[in-house]
């Protein structure tokens, strides 16, 4: 059983920076069960949406609108998950998930796509205040 727990968030004047956490836990084998990593955000009222995602060889994709502003990475001697989020607006306010799925990352607009993951963790709110 994979199990997927966010740190990090909080709140923060715009144009400031947060790093969020995903740490994965789940014995062994989770590396086989982790091999695609992303982060989702939703906002109040909105649908949940792809922010970034990276694969176990450190290809990564991003939402367009965070290009540039947003880093995912992942260390792999911890699977430890990371999104640095910098020059935040008010509109990056959303409460924050990380997910996992077991195949490859395809290096495409799917890997922002949320039905392809079955692993999430319970979310950490980021406010972005004007």
């Known amino acids: 059983q994979v199990q997927l727990v966010e740190s990090g968030g909080g709140s923060v004047q715009a144009g400031g920076s947060v790093r969020l956490s995903c740490a994965a836990f789940?014995?062994?084998?989770?590396?086989?069960?982790?091999?695609?990593m992303g982060w989702f955000r939703q906002a109040p009222g909105k649908e949940r949406e792809g922010v970034a995602a990276i694969d176990r060889d450190g290809t990564t994709s991003y939402a367009e609108s965070m290009k540039g502003r947003f880093s995912i990475s992942k260390d792999t001697g911890t699977n430890t998950l990371t999104l640095q989020m910098n020059s935040l607006k008010p509109e990056d306010t959303a409460m924050y998930y990380c997910a996992a799925h077991s195949r490859r990352c395809s290096g495409g607009y799917s890997d922002l796509g949320k039905d392809e993951y079955n692993y999430w963790g319970q979310g950490t709110q980021v406010t972005v205040s004007s």
């Open positions: 789940g014995g062994t084998y989770i590396i086989y069960y982790i091999n695609c």
